[in-house]
């Protein structure tokens, strides 16, 4: 088959639907309105802990405009079958099943559902829903005495080598408590579901990253078969991790649309968002390393707690950057989850790996000062020459080429290695650095490719795009691969009847969906291809497919471009009103390769040597991270991470009165986020190259690494400019007085 011409793939394009999103006629899932919709709002409990005694609906149900009240005294009937695609499991044989009993696991827990015909008239009575409680002092300290570990089976556990013996005999021994508070996503959109029965089949208009996920969960709690159950989801108005498994409100907003057969909204308020749905969980993170005075990291003995709900377990990866970032012959690591009385957290943006790479990357800055050893040069002397943990080589890795190139594009030589040597008037300069690993996922995807007679394509997966740009970067692939322009392709997701599709999550929809799309549009061009050369009508007859290339709809011979026709004037002819095929993506299976994406990050800050005030001056970020498709959405999703980041570092901090588990700052006011005075000069870098091991188009996921590295980087700064170490984030001006 003839390599394509390249125009889209590559070019710094504007996003297809960015008219759509500025002009307000995306549609979200709260701005879908069947006929005969009515409105949800739900009750959730004011404690975090105990058993409900009584639901007093009278005053509620006397309000005009009030359909009903739906709570555990209802008895609904949800089957709650297993769920075999669900990413999380039970972690003692119990879900959160929704209105299935009395007991109270979590404050804001819902425990009942008001439906009304209109949103006022269902906030209205929520309020008058009066719910009493036997309560019991929760337990949502991490830190607290008394604490209890999930049970063993629960545990995580990484030895190599002799760990102990080696931090015993090494030449140098450090040791810090890492700890990081609990995130919360705050994406635009707030979670919302509109529900439609149609008999026995329903209809969901979500949020949700993953439709068939969603699809299937709905199926297992109603009982119905998944074939049976249709998720909409054109457009995610951000979501960075929290949307990728279905909540409890979508289950009741399905749940009111059948007992009330009307179509139901139910829009979580931003209060709603910090119970409602998951979060990056907290962290403590105790590590001990041991080096040689040439800076080897010899040992690492990791000590990991990280919070989750008594009712399920949630873990992530935290232990991976520990175990493969560096060379290090001897590694321990203990990972343990404390259940809380607390809402079970979520993904969120570089899930575990950005957790731990604060803590490994921070004692490797530490590691730097203690040596007196230039803290790139360090890494540089700890780069394994194959994967660690599993011995495998590398498909790519070319971190110490990301850490070259960011040193001299960010002007590292002028750094100061003594701290809190570089001032400007009252303010102290610091420049710090740090890795960043994230993994390269994979899973099977489908897409389907349709060409129609009017010469224009349509591409269908059921991926979805939260803000990545996927509508736009599976436009260009298939462009350039049908030899279309950006106009002449229509690219749909976000419908759990179109082809399967991962979770849109982890950095592998360009890596699954995208290789989908590239095999189903190759495969139609070589359809067409092959129609061509066959058609005795065709002035391409006769000609060797492989010397047949496609630019601008119009099909050619390689060393004769006035020798074709175009796909309509080959259609037409034919009697065709359209071609159609199906693109799959299959993982190898290769394990002979250990898969991974790669930064180095670069920050400047000031701090107010009198006030203790952090503020950002620059930061840059070098990637390793395979074939770029689009530059600009690259560049959107990398200044995005270094954002987030710097509120991760600086600024974010769930807040919790561990009298009632009530979390304090539940809103916008007082959570704080980075606004545009907080963010600086921002760069990216992207190291050319392709990793055609890891998939066929060579890329290797973007939108998690970007995320790692960055907080470290900050922190490390702040040292350089301070001389004050600060093992916790955010950091605080309390933390630098």
């Not at 570092?649 to 304090?664: F, K, M, Q």
Request: one cysteine or more.
């Amino acid at each position: 088959m003839s390599p394509q011409p390249q125009a889209a793939v590559g070019a710094p394009l504007s996003r297809v639907d960015g008219r759509l999103k500025v002009t307000g006629r995306a549609k979200y899932a709260a701005d879908h309105v069947p006929g005969g919709v009515v409105h949800a709002v739900v009750v959730d409990s004011s404690v975090a802990r105990g058993r409900i005694t009584a639901i007093d609906t009278r005053a509620a149900h006397a309000q005009p405009g009030i359909l009903g009240v739906l709570s555990h005294l209802d008895k609904p009937e949800l089957a709650y079958r297993d769920n075999p695609g669900a990413w999380l499991d039970p972690a003692v044989g119990e879900r959160l099943h929704v209105f299935q009993d009395d007991k109270v696991r979590f404050f804001g827990q819902p425990v009942a559902v008001v439906v009304a015909r209109t949103l006022e008239a269902a906030q209205h009575a929520a309020d008058l829903v009066k719910v009493s409680y036997d309560a019991e002092r929760p337990s949502t300290d991490m830190t607290a005495p008394g604490v209890r570990e999930n049970e063993p089976q629960r545990q995580q556990n990484y030895v190599r080598g002799n760990p102990e013996e080696a931090l015993a005999s090494a030449d140098v021994r450090l040791e810090g408590t890492y700890r990081l508070t609990r995130n919360h996503h705050n994406a635009m959109e707030p979670h919302a579901t509109v529900a439609r029965w149609d008999g026995e089949k329903l209809t969901v208009w979500d949020k949700t990253q993953w439709t068939l996920g969603a699809r299937d969960e709905l199926a297992a709690v109603f009982g119905v078969p998944a074939e049976n159950v249709r998720v909409i989801s054109p457009f995610v108005g951000g979501a960075f991790g929290n949307a990728l498994r279905t909540w409890p409100h979508t289950t009741l907003a399905a749940l009111a649309a059948r007992q009330f057969r009307r179509p139901v909204k139910l829009v979580l308020t931003r209060e709603q968002l910090y119970y409602g749905v998951g979060y990056r969980p907290a962290y403590e993170y105790r590590l001990q390393l041991g080096s040689t005075r040439s800076g080897r990291v010899t040992a690492t003995d990791h000590r990991i707690r990280g919070e989750t709900s008594t009712y399920e377990n949630y873990g992530e990866g935290v232990m991976n950057p520990g175990q493969v970032l560096y060379a290090t012959p001897h590694v321990r690591q203990a990972y343990r989850t404390v259940p809380l009385d607390v809402n079970t957290p979520t993904f969120m943006r570089g899930p575990g790996w950005s957790s731990a790479a604060f803590a490994v990357e921070s004692a490797m800055d530490e590691l730097a000062h203690e040596t007196g050893i230039d803290p790139i040069e360090l890494r540089l002397r700890n780069e394994p020459q194959e994967d660690p943990a599993g011995g495998l080589p590398w498909s790519t890795r070319r971190l110490t080429e990301c850490l070259r190139t960011g040193a001299r594009e960010f002007g590292w030589h002028r750094r100061n290695p003594k701290p809190r040597s570089r001032r400007d008037g009252d303010w102290l300069i610091g420049m710090g650095m740090a890795s960043g690993i994230y993994d390269t996922l994979r899973m099977r995807s489908e897409a389907r490719v349709r060409l129609d007679a009017d010469g224009t394509a349509l591409v269908q997966a059921s991926t979805s795009d939260m803000g990545p740009g996927t509508y736009t970067s599976m436009t260009q692939l298939a462009a350039d691969a049908l030899g279309l322009t950006m106009r002449t392709v229509r690219f749909e997701l976000g419908d759990s009847t179109f082809p399967a599709s991962p979770p849109h999550g982890g950095s592998q929809t360009m890596a699954g969906v995208g290789s989908a799309v590239q095999d189903g549009c190759d495969k139609l061009r070589q359809e067409a291809i092959e129609l061509a050369v066959e058609d005795e009508r065709s002035p391409l007859h006769g000609v060797d497919a492989d010397d047949i290339v496609v630019r601008g709809g119009r099909l050619h011979a390689k060393g004769n471009p006035a020798r074709g026709e175009t796909y309509r004037q080959l259609l037409a002819r034919n009697g065709r009103t359209h071609l159609e095929t199906r693109g799959t993506f299959t993982p190898s299976g290769d394990d002979r390769y250990a898969m991974n994406a790669y930064s180095a990050v670069f920050a400047e800050v000031a701090v107010d040597r009198r006030l203790g005030l952090v503020r950002m001056r620059r930061m840059l970020g070098v990637y390793d991270v395979g074939r770029i498709i689009s530059p600009k959405l690259a560049d959107s999703q990398a200044l995005g991470a270094m954002v987030g980041g710097i509120g991760q570092a600086l600024l974010e901090h769930t807040v919790t009165d561990h009298r009632d588990g009530r979390i304090v700052n539940a809103n916008l006011a007082d959570y704080l986020v980075p606004v545009n005075a907080d963010v600086p000069d921002l760069r990216a870098i992207y190291l050319d190259g392709e990793d055609l091991h890891a998939d066929p188009i060579g890329v290797k996921g973007l939108g998690e690494v970007v995320k790692v590295g960055v907080a470290p980087a900050i922190a490390n700064a702040v040292f350089n400019a301070t001389g004050r170490r600060v093992r916790d984030l955010p950091i605080t001006a309390e933390a630098l007085l």
